[in-house]
């Protein structure tokens, strides 16, 4: 909403030494958010004078015609100057608007003496686009009155501070000049005459007259509708001058008089209006519901298919307008309009929202309905238009037709003692009642409560908290005291947010770099992933509304949007990147409408659970993506690139930071190098996938070869994690180190044999650490040594030789056992 | 070993007299300041301490002396075995000290190489910023709730008083999940973790949550579909405004400045009711840049305010669709960007640096933010 300065001056009395960014400040503290404070015509610089033309020289040898003018600038001007026009549009006798040399207009374009077109210009007459006043380019500005030397900047508007306001949707009644001052004389302390209250003088209509009639469907959605009848206008009358400055200054075009003055009455008061050209009409004006399948074009040449949820306004051959939204092409005022209905109504905000949102429309007249316009106010407003059509466009006044459910506005209970309870400072009666009064609201005060009516222009005004808001703000909330509750006692992270901390720091301290990727997916990233369609990383859930068709998906998987991220960083010169990505992916498929439980009261138990229930799966997940140097070549040799066994790592690394137990086993999931890839369990469960990315997938992603990934379910891998850790009993007995190779088939994998070590060496083994693979001559083919160091110690006891090798000798044969190994030289 | 001389020669014994011993001590203790290096001394040990060397010889024939005589050259030649050794010791000494120079000498390095093979990584800094927020509030006894961010409508904006086609609902633009009637969005906001927070605990309930939200934005230096926002809940017994804006107070501090103050303004938001935006006082130049166009303020763009969230108490309405009673219980609520917070508290000129994920941006912040 664009208000200008020097029309609230004109509605109250605004203390003479405020400046725009001073009244400004008075309606943010007040909750209007004025965005910004504009001057119109900021960019000119210097003086602009009301010139006369005294002669016009047609020349003709130019390629365009060019006039050679005489123009009066007065004596404060210098006399009368020569100056070269361009444009037609005026004539001998025509005030205009001349820069003269020195003044500089907006673009930093500063006017100079100069010869052009054989002659010297001494000065430049000037077009609302040049002065930056409207995007007008038809010709100069011819000024309708002005006496020659006079300043012409205020006749048009220049220097005009012009604030615009932000207006939230509870208070519509701001989106009106009406509304503003009334902020701003509460605010000032300054007297409020509500010109929304004011009866527009209108010529009796004759007896005889009969104006249009109007109607209402439906009360519940339009309460309230009159139309007002006016013939014999002046199609060829124009606006006034200052009409159209602040209705530009207000963020409108200048149309024509009709027009102008609906789109001035609405601007001022806040009641959208909507002028129809009698003789396009048939029968009575209504507001109805459309018929499904029904179309209508709208003003704006759109033809809108509409549903039986569309309120329109009909006449006996259909529907002409969207009720509250846009009027339809087929009745609109024209050039040749002499028979005039007016329409004023009040819709309900929700069916005008609605509509709105479904067309996409969101008009002057929408903008206000939905935000709630005054509901008793549409007489006022069109008989103040209906005066002024008469004022500036001739014409008789037959009358007015309405129709009106009745009006109640409804009565709020309210301790007197919230606003001061709410805000935690003294607030007494008077205070409260007189700053409710002021907002226009009706008072009646009853012991220790208050009875208050909430003002027609006031719909947001229904609870007990919403007159507590306007006492308070009208306090000022920077009289608000500052105080701290005291909290019940806490109980610090939660073991998962705490673990997540844990496993984020320890990446970052290995080298790793946290990203916060996207989470919109697309199929073609899915098919360069080989994500097969049944895998649970295949997104289901889909967006109705994606940014982008190319990735309507939420994640399933971290990996996309991970690899995605690596190749950026390879692409911007980094030769190796290590990131992680802590967070949700979207998995299953919402099937069905989720419920919307009543807000009139806690939902139940079954509502809630079905509410949640259909939600997708919503897990944490780790992802890691590894590709390129890990370790750059330096004084310590050459560089080292990152593997699978970094990933399998980085898996190991986290179960331990949270003390989760993990087991590796060879896996083959197809996003992985076939035979590189190691699947996460944990408690039993495959948690994870860890290893070197399929060649294919790096090549789709331009990645070095070799990269690798880690996926993880993080919130199973943290459920699994210990509450609590017992102490371990620290033996001071000597260690016994024993070193064994055994020779195994190249299928057994090295987690098997030493699994099988560990459960045949008991209780006495305290570690065990493989420290060689051999394959090669010494070895039958197909198989090969691996060489283990295994550590027993006994927490009471030196052990004895025969038991460290009775232990051996178990590990050996459990060996043999399960995995088929041989010992080695033994 | 030497044992009583039985066949007593007075000639043979001539070596122990004073002079001899005398000469034995010099010619030793000579031989152990001459020897340049170890090896050196170990052939002077050798000879002049050694079992054949002159001293152990005379020591040996002490014992054929008389018993008269055995006191004064034993004593005689046990202070000169006394002084070879001690030389021999302490020349030892000066050589490993010598040698030992000239070793670590040798092993010299520029010990200015690089030393960090493999760098340190980071953390993104607006999960550092996240935890920091936690950890302000953790201080003051709340706990940190969590929701889901593909959320039920009804959660996202029925409970929270943005009933369907109300105008609230169109300031957000929402991401719609299945289809526009699902019933189910990408949450617009952190504030329907208020509601799960009021029907999940026990009251009274003091939480913050910190997540991601979604809104239909196209991303570019001033705005991104994907963001986050941290949201503040206390429901208790006799709230006021006054304890919202005491926290508020408080919490500015610790994120900016201690002395920093918060300012209110009137605004609305359907789950407040009052309602307020925060603005916190620019930490840069305190306002002294609002209207002193010599020294402009970039942080604040001379406004001596930044725009720092919204806030206000719990609309009774909320409190009914989670079955607190609004009679009983009030509650403040606030809620403010994460990376709007860090464009000005860190100087984050653009958006897009938070979300593109090059390494550089993050690793400029490290561990901490």
Redesign the interface.
Known sequence: MRAPVSWLRELIDIPVDQTGRDIAARLINAGLEVETVETIGGGVNGALYVGKVLEIEELTEFKKPIRWCQVDVGATGGGVRGIICGARNFTVGDMVVVALPGTVLPGGFEIASRETYGHLSDGMICSERELALSEEQDGIMVLPAGTAGADARPLIGVGEEVLDIAVTPDRGYALSLRGISRELAISYGVPFQDPGLNVADLPAPAPDAVPAQCGSDDFEACALFTLRTIVGFDPKAASPQWMKQRLTAGGMRPVSLAVDVTNYVMLELGQPLHAFDLDKLNGPVRAGWAEPGSTLETLDHVTRKLGSDDLVILDDDGIIGLAGTMGGLDSEIDDDTINIAIEAAHFAPRVIARMARRHRLSSEASRRFERGVDRTLAPYASARAAALLIEFGGGHYVGMTAVEAPYDPGVISMRVSEPAAVAGMPIDEETVTRLLEAVGCGVLINGNQLEVQAPPWRADLTDPADLVEEVVRLVGYENLPSTLPIAAAGHGLSNSQRLKRRIGMTLAARGAVEVLTYPFVGDSELDDMQIPVADIRRSKVRLANPLSDEQPYLRASLLPGLLSTARRNIGRGSSGVSLFELGSVFQGESVGVAPRPSVLERPGADEWAALNGLLPSQPMHLGIVLAGEREAAGWWGPSDDHGWHDAVQMAQVIAEVIGSEITIEQGGDLVFHPGRCATINCAGKPIGVAGELHPRVIQAWSLPTRSSALELDLDALIASAPALRPAPAVSAHPVAKEDLAVVVADSVTVAAVTAALRAGAGDLLESIRLFDIYSGPQVPDGHCSLAFALRFRAPDRTLSAAETAAARQGAINRAGLDCGAVIRGG | MSGPNTSFDPKQVAVLGAEAIATMVAEALAAVSAAGDLAVLKEVRLAHAGDRSPLALANRDIGALPPAAKAEVGKRVGEARGAVKAALGSRQIELERARDEFVLAEEFIDVT??AM????????P??TVM?RI?DVF?A?????AEG????????NF??L?V?????????QDT??????????V?RTQTSPIQIRAM?DRQL?I?VVAPG?VYR?D?LDATHT??FHQVEGL?V?VG?????L???L??FAQEMFDPGIVT??????F?FT?????LDVQCFVCRGASIDNSAEPCRTCGSEGWIEWGGCG?V???VL????IDPAKY?GFAFGMGIERTLMFRNGVTDMRD??????RF??AF??ES
């Open positions: 190489l690089p093979r493999v760098p340190l990584g980071a953390r993104h607006l999960t935890e936690c953790i003051m006894g709340y706990d940190i889901p961010e593909a959320e039920a409508e009804w959660v029925d409970a008083n009933p369907p086609d109300h105008p609230a609902r169109t300031m991401f719609y999940v299945g289809s526009p009637e699902s019933g189910v990408l029907l009274p003091y991601r239909t196209e579909p994907v206390a208790d709230l006021t405004m006054g304890d804006k005491g926290t107070d408080h300012r209110l303004r009137p605004s609305y359907p009711e009052p309602s307020a935006e108490m609309n009774p309405r009914q669709a989670v079955g009030r938070m979300v593109e994920g090059d390494l993050s690793l490290g561990l």
